[in-house]
């Protein structure tokens, strides 16, 4: 099967606790389309690239995993996020980007799935062009859709989460950790959340959250998975592997409707272990077919319904 991901990508300088910076490959949806090809899945990656040295590196870094990048309007400079690691290598980012996707410009085969998600899903104006390609495909094409919430780019806070409502009702499949809930909706829980977005459409809503592991809901089914221990170098890519990982596991099916607890127990293992690999290295490289199976040996986790 085809998978098309739209959505930035984004030069992370990535700063130390010690003050040392590396330039890696970044943004969330081009993160997740690199997860996919080195999962070996036949992905395609419509975005925006300058053709500046940022731009050919990540281009090249896509490129070499196996992603077809498709450029829909040149911006002046590839975008960029200077991001701030602290002691324990939690990451705090600092954007300069712009997103102005434009339609008619890109030649994409019909995908079996489409992933949207973060700072294109929600800017304007090249948001109404990722919208409108969804809203083009879905009749034949599932979706997946993880808002990455960037609050220093989402502007007013009602009419972010509208936009974000938006992508939710337009996905099968919708991932957010629980930082990203805890923006757009204070005070609420995780699982009032959950039953708000099942309400608008997707059939199965995926929540993160860092060592305290991962929930899947359904209509039907609550079921949690613990997080693998291990030594954390940096936590940048950690979400997107999570969904590179997700979305690799439910390939192939033509509905999410109905997924069992077990089904979802084994899809939040798996993903939680391809982040695992993820936070132990530095940057946003996730695991390839090999490495995420070998790791998936290693770790014996907590999974099941919750009560």
Known sequence: MSFLVIGECVADIVRGADGTERIHPGGSPANVAYGLA???????????????????????HLKGAGVRVEVGGVPV??????????????ASYTFDIAWTLEAGEHDVDRPVHVHIGSIA??????????????????????????????PELMGEHGEAVARVERCVA???????????????YP???????AARWLGLGPAVVLVTRGADGSLAFTGRETVFAEAPAVAVVDTVGAGDSFM???????????????LGAEYLA??????????????????????????????????TLRCGRVR
Request: proline share 4%; aromatic share 2%; glycine share 8%.
């Open 38 to 60: 080195r999962l070996g899945r036949d992905v395609t990656l419509l975005t925006q690239l300058a053709d500046d040295p940022t731009g050919r590196l990540i281009a090249d």
């Open 77 to 90: 400079r590839t975008p960029s996020a200077v991001v701030g690691l602290d002691a324990q290598g939690g």
């Open 121 to 150: 899903a929600v800017t304007a104006p090249g948001a109404a062009t990722v919208l409108a390609e969804v809203e083009r495909l879905r009749d034949r094409a599932t979706v997946s859709y993880d808002p990455n919430v960037r």
């Open 170 to 184: 337009l996905s099968d499949v919708v991932k957010a950790s629980d930082e990203d809930l805890a923006w757009l």
């Open 187 to 193: 005070g609420e829980s995780v699982e009032s959340v």
């Open 244 to 258: 590179s990982a997700v979305l690799d596991t439910l390939a192939g099916r033509e509905t999410f409707d109905g």
């Open 266 to 299: 084994r899809l939040l293992r798996r993903a939680a272990v391809a982040a695992a690999v993820t936070v132990s290295r530095a940057g946003a490289q996730p695991p390839d077919r090999a490495e995420l199976d070998a790791a998936g040996e290693r770790f």
